[in-house]
């Protein structure tokens, strides 16, 4: 008989996750391990960490699954750090870590050299969604293997399809997709379901923008649509006023030029009034030799005597002021003339601004045409793409639509041998059973019909054994299937022990209660009622290969003792009071008051937090000496969760 192969599972779990200390705690696994302990024990401590060292998330945090928020995950740690090592059977090492540094968060760091899956996991997040991502899930555990040419015959619109043309738009859609893939048909089928929603959901995001603009354009736009005929009319227009306008344009630039002229005459006449012409020089010389009394010429120094020079000086001041009445006679007629023409330009000056308005005007009516014809334009341009982008959204709606009844269908084709394949792992008396026409449910047979509506013991049974069946289709090294505690009784964790041991992966269930009769030699069983967690005993020796299950049933288990009747003293130290954030939250979490807490010793914490012992159940005496109260009719005394 050929020996039968332990598959890849993780040996050992080293983790601080909530340590009452901070201390780090460390157990011991099989690839099949049942873990049985009171509430309050670490079960959860376990699973947690063997699914944050396996997949970087941990489910049941704060009543969430797969959680992987450092800030939140550092809750469940003693200080500022959260770490977890787990060791494969292959030898390699998995590890987990966050911490924070200056009141900061790091981000959680996750390493693993092998690949790994918690099939429960997806299992049970496929339930927790629409119809619609629990029927592709399930297609995608039950029909991985199909072949292309099996499903398009399943799927003609010939074998009970209803929608036979959205299915043929989806075939079509297929074939064009298909051509350069190289996965699995299953897979293509999937992948173009998810192709062709998120082109519907493109689309239909490009027409609610085109939709939004074309609103805005509405309140700019003119009654009706400029057309060429219109555009071309201004532009004559603009041309008619350009030319009105040119005439009175050439006769400013002429009467600019005359000013311009005249200026300048101005101006020239004024600078030869005040010049030095020869009358008005020997004039001045003159002048001033008769006022000196001098008898010769001032120019040749002729003695001409004082009268000869009194007549020179007559002479020439009759000359030097006829020629300035001349050119005081010039400046006068040039003013004129200026004045006239300045006169003239500013009347043409302000005939033009009346013409050159029409000239704007038309301009103006042109520019606004002009830019409101490409305003209808655009909107046409828009009501056009969102007319196109409707056809395409139609288009793929009906290849999406037609993916899904063909996955509906193959579904329905391969239904029966899933549930075969389920049926295997579940225990007696459990009889798994699922329909996807006309939805998918899945649930238990009873007296002949499905229920769906299972109790909690029912329903993690029933997610596990599906979660078996799933990961023989997920392409992973380490296939981990952690099970909750849901008061599973013990003949049905018995069921659970014998039909589980088939699984090719690693299993570790948690139970508050105890298998009926004697462990199965497959499975390690670690005992938190008799031990705890950093010292828990192995019930059972580590899985021989060839192993057989041990069928034989013997009494139940017997509980724990009941604790003894005797007060416990715990006595007070004289060492400082709890100061650590987390203990004294923990603390008044039981109860206690900050007055309790300044006399408390770390010792006395610890046991308290460890035994998760109420305050109310508690004496706290002045002298600092803390009593535990224990009642003989309490089994067991209240416990952390």
């Known amino acids: 008989m050929a020996k039968k192969q332990i598959p890849l599972h993780v040996q050992q779990i080293k983790s601080n996750l909530k340590s009452i200390d901070g201390e780090a705690w460390h157990v011991d696994l099989g690839d099949k391990t049942l873990i049985v302990g009171p509430n309050g024990s670490h079960k959860s401590a ?98 991985a293997d199909i072949s292309e040419d099996a499903f398009i015959v399943e799927s003609s619109p010939a074998v009970n399809i209803t929608s036979s043309q959205d299915v043929q738009e989806a075939l079509d859609a297929y074939e064009i ?47 009706s649509c400029p057309s060429d005929e219109d555009i071309d009319g201004a532009k004559q227009q603009l041309v008619r006023a350009a030319s009105a306008n040119s005439a009175p344009t050439q006769e400013i630039e002429a009467a600019e030029d005359a000013v311009r002229l005249w200026t300048e005459r101005v101006r020239s ?34 003695p001409v005597g004082l009268e000869h020079l009194r007549a020179c000086q007559s002479h020439y001041s009759g000359q030097a002021d006829a020629e300035t009445e001349a050119i005081s006679g010039d400046i006068e007629t040039a003013n004129e003339n200026l004045v006239a023409w300045k006169t003239h330009l500013e009347k043409l000056r302000s005939q033009s601004a009346v013409d050159s308005s029409s000239v704007i005007r038309a301009a103006n009516e042109l520019t606004d045409m002009v830019a409101n014809r490409k305003q209808w334009d655009e909107f046409s341009q828009c009501r056009e793409d969102v007319n196109a982008l409707e056809v395409e959204v ?41 329909t996807v026409h006309p939805k998918l449910s899945v649930g238990l047979v009873r007296n002949g019909a499905l229920h769906t509506a299972l109790s909690g013991a029912e329903w993690v049974t029933v997610t596990a054994a599906i979660a078996m069946v799933a990961s023989s289709s997920m392409d992973a090294e380490l296939r981990v299937i952690v099970l909750e505690d849901r008061a599973l009784d013990p003949d049905t964790l018995r069921g659970l022990l014998k039909t589980f041991s088939a699984f090719n992966g690693q299993v570790v269930i948690t139970s508050v209660t105890k298998p009926k009769g004697r462990p199965f030699k497959a499975w390690k069983v670690i005992d938190l009622y008799k031990a705890p967690l950093c010292d ?41 009071a709890i100061k ?16 309790d807490l300044d006399v408390m010793t770390p010792d006395t914490a610890v046991s308290i937090i460890k035994e998760g012992l109420l305050a109310k159940d508690v004496d706290t005496h002045s002298d600092g000496t803390v009593t535990v109260i224990l009642r003989p009719n309490v089994h067991q005394l209240p416990r952390l969760q």
């Not at 009844?405 to 009889?431: C, W």
């Open 46 to 143: 376990i699973a947690q960490s063997l699914e944050l060292a396996v997949s970087g998330a941990a489910d049941d945090i704060v009543g969430r699954t797969a959680v992987k928020s450092g800030d939140t995950l550092l809750s469940t740690a003693h200080e500022d750090a959260l770490w977890i090592q787990a060791n494969l059977s292959n030898g390699e090492i998995s590890s987990f870590k966050v911490q924070r540094e200056d009141e900061k968060v790091k981000r959680p760091a996750h390493v693993s050299n092998s690949t790994a899956v918690l099939p429960l996991r997806d299992v049970k997040a496929a339930l927790a969604g629409s119809t619609s991502t629990a029927m592709r899930a399930f297609f995608t555990w039950a029909c």
């Open 177 to 223: 997709y298909s051509r350069h893939r190289k996965d699995s048909p299953a897979d293509r089928l999937l992948s173009l379901y998810q192709y062709t929603g998120e082109q519907v959901r493109s689309r239909s995001g490009k027409i609610k923008a085109l939709e939004a603009r074309t609103v805005v354009l509405q309140h700019t736009l003119f009654d």
């Open 269 to 302: 006449l004024d600078a030869s009034l005040v010049s030095d012409s020869m009358a008005n020089c020997a004039n001045s010389i003159l002048t001033t030799a008769t006022f000196e009394h001098l008898q010769s010429c001032p120019i040749c120094a002729s």
């Open 394 to 434: 139609d288009s793929f709606g009906r290849a999406k639509k037609g993916v899904e009844v063909i996955i509906k269908d193959v579904l329905a084709q391969h239904t029966m041998s899933f549930v075969e394949s389920v049926n295997r792992f579940l225990p007696e008396g459990y009889v798994f059973d699922m």
């Open 536 to 576: 828990a005993p192995i019930i059972s020796a580590a899985p021989e290969p060839d192993a057989a299950p041990e069928p034989e049933a013997e009494p139940e288990a017997e509980l724990p003792p009941a604790p003894p009747t005797e007060p416990v003293v715990v006595k007070r130290r004289k060492r400082s």
């Open 580 to 595: 650590a954030p987390s203990s004294r939250k923990i603390l008044k979490g039981l109860g206690y008051t900050d007055a």
